[in-house]
């Protein structure tokens, strides 16, 4: 996606980890049962392209054995009766962005199939060597683009990840070359000048795009071709990408556009869902309040989900897009389901269910919407192993009550989910997922009184950097997020208004991560991120100087799920008082809170600040 949702997701990767890191216990999944052979009978099976409205389906070893009525299989088969429900293949999600527990989420929800469109090159590689040895059933398969083609300063570098940029078309083959010896499984190309933002950004000119087109056919890789706006789709058709990673919607599709693809055989993968949440309607919202998916959300799922970006100076509508599947689906183009999760407005795997609803919504049939999510990506994306039922193909299989052929919605209505054979255990993860929502909430409640009748945090007089309450202050930097920034934290002699100590907080910030930090943290709980209610206050406040730079205090809540709401301050010669209202960390009323940091970056360079009477007012 352009800029801003590539540096709201590189953000979340950033705060994510701190996060995992020092929040409750990860889930952790029982082992599933592990026979992987079974028979499932009478069911209705949507085999990837037409409905059988009665079959038997034997897997054996993981595999599709055969399909069928009444079928015969060895005694002592499992059997799962499956009268009334609906057997489909595994979904495949055809744009996402993979990290930390994505493919576990994506499972849950019937995914079984991620095409990553960006992500680190180790998690790809590390992930891919688990799958290779049999590893990570209870996780959709990843396939990834690994690393993204893009101009210098263009889209995606301009956060410090290493990107490998490019500027010719000469050096497009050595590019392409080495994302084939990374092990990237088709090749992404970004083409993004800003303008459907309301901004501008350098871009790849399409000689180099072609020229990475024609490098990648070369080995034998597809290409998947990130756009804006209209014209951009239209140029990298003509250029021969294989398939568009978004729709546009900065215009109504010209009366050609459908024709036009189709002429070229190109695919294309709209992301409606992420298109609406660009024009600032939370497209994940209502998901969140769907019985049907929503006990298997997690609390930062769903705060997400109830994202949307900020509203575009430009006109940018989903409806365009919604107008252009339309045409697409007139010219007969392939259409496949992707959502760009984890962006604002989405989750992995919950999402894939909002967007087959939208295409709905663009005209295609409930059954052409799940053929857009299994054997259409399947067959773009060459994957002959999966996306339809059928016997030798793998047993990526998702069982629903109802007919979500008639209503597509009834997808979401899951009772079984296989990977290979072997079904997911979704029991334990809703039951772990339960757990954690009520443990939050107890804590909140509990902690009512803990915290609010005191409103000295600290003022360090004592010697030491211990709290009155909640956990002592402690140094917190990006290093657990893969950063290299340093800090130190200590009391020093002469505090605000003449009293004995201070905390003195330095160290230096490594350039180039858009989420550097290093600094220090207190949690209200007993741990950090446990919520605390503490909305019998008003404001933070605290006694700042320093060396004349701007810090920041980052407030995580719970319902803000994993990116902190940010404040700044300036550290000046003399101690001054900053007194922030809760309600400027994105409104939030106090009652969740969970950690708060006061931390320099993420402009490189040494800091150095102190900090003393820090209150709750
Ligand atoms: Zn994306």
């Not at 992404?188 to 180099?208: C, F, N, Q, R, W």
């Not at 869902?273 to 998916?293: F, I, K, N």
Request: glycine share 10%; proline share 5%.
């Amino acid at each position: 996606m352009n800029s801003l949702r590539f540096a709201a997701t590189l953000r979340v990767l950033g705060w994510m980890a701190l996060y995992l890191a020092l929040s409750a216990p990860a889930i952790i999944l029982a082992g599933p049962d592990s026979s992987n052979s079974f028979v499932i009978r009478k069911a209705r099976v949507f085999d990837g392209q037409k409905v059988i409205q009665q079959a038997d389906v034997w897997v054996e070893n993981g595999t599709i054995k055969s399909v069928g009525t009444g079928l015969n299989v060895p005694s002592g088969t499992k059997v799962i009766d499956a009268a009334g429900d609906t057997l489909l293949p595994g979904l495949i999600d055809a744009h996402t962005h993979a990290w930390g527990d994505a493919l576990k989420e994506a499972e849950i929800f019937g995914v079984t199939t991620e095409l990553d469109m960006f992500t680190a090159v180790k998690f790809m590689q590390e992930t891919k060597k688990d799958q290779a040895a049999g590893k990570d059933l209870d996780q959709a398969d990843l396939r990834s683009a690994g690393t993204c083609a893009t101009a210098p300063g263009g889209h995606g570098t301009e956060y410090g990840i290493p990107v490998p940029t490019l500027t010719s078309p000469a050096e497009a083959q050595a590019w392409v070359d080495a994302r084939v010896a990374e092990g990237s499984d088709y090749i992404k190309i970004i083409v993004e000048d800003g303008s459907a933002y309301g901004g501008h950004m350098p871009t790849l000119s399409m000689e180099t795009v072609k020229a990475l087109i024609d490098a990648a056919h070369k080995r034998g890789k597809l290409t998947v071709v990130h756009i804006g706006t209209q014209q951009e789709a239209r140029d990298v058709i003509a250029a021969g990408a294989d398939g568009l990673a978004h729709l546009f919607s900065d215009s109504a599709p010209a009366p050609d556009f459908g024709k036009f693809a189709a002429a070229h055989h190109v695919f294309i993968v709209p992301t409606l869902d992420v298109l609406e949440s660009a024009s600032g309607v939370a497209s994940g919202e209502s998901l969140t309040t769907d019985a049907r998916l929503a006990p298997y959300l997690t609390g930062d799922d769903i705060a997400n989900l109830k994202k949307s970006f900020p509203k575009s100076p430009t006109a940018l509508s989903e409806k365009y897009a919604e107008q252009t599947v339309a045409q697409l689906k007139a010219a007969h183009v392939r259409v496949l389901a992707g959502t760009d999760a984890p962006n604002p407005g989405t989750s992995h795997g919950s999402s894939i269910h909002r967007e087959l609803e939208l295409l709905v919504r663009s005209g295609l049939t409930p059954q052409e919407a799940l053929a857009a999510a299994t054997s259409a990506p399947a067959a773009a994306f060459r994957l002959g192993d999966r996306g339809t039922i059928a016997p030798g193909k793998r047993a990526d299989l998702l069982l629903v009550k109802g007919d979500p052929t008639q209503d597509i919605t009834a997808a979401r209505d899951i009772v079984s989910v296989w990977k290979l054979g072997v079904e997911d255990d979704r029991a334990t993860y809703r039951a772990s997922i339960e757990k954690t929502k009520q443990e939050a909430a107890k804590a909140a409640q509990s902690a009512q009184a803990s915290g609010p009748e005191i409103s000295l945090i600290s003022d360090f007089d004592d010697g030491t950097s211990n709290a009155t309450f909640g956990t002592g202050w402690a140094l917190s930097t990006d290093s657990i997020a893969g950063g290299k920034s340093t800090g130190d934290m200590k009391v020093v002699d002469g505090g605000a208004n003449g009293d004995k100590h201070a905390l003195d907080v330095s160290g230096v910030i490594d350039g180039g991560l858009p989420y550097a930090w290093a600094g220090v943290m207190w949690a209200p709980g007993s741990q950090p991120f446990i919520p605390v209610n503490l909305s019998s206050k008003k404001n933070i406040s605290f006694f700042a100087k320093g060396d004349g730079q701007t810090y920041r205090v980052l407030v995580f809540t719970t319902s803000g799920g994993r990116i902190p709401a940010q404040q700044t301050f300036t550290a000046g010669a003399e101690w001054k008082k900053s007194s922030i209202p809760f309600s400027a960390f994105n409104g939030t009323d106090g009652h969740d809170i969970s950690a708060i940091l006061l931390v320099g970056g993420p402009a490189a360079g040494k800091f150095d600040f102190q900090i003393d009477e820090v209150k709750l007012e």
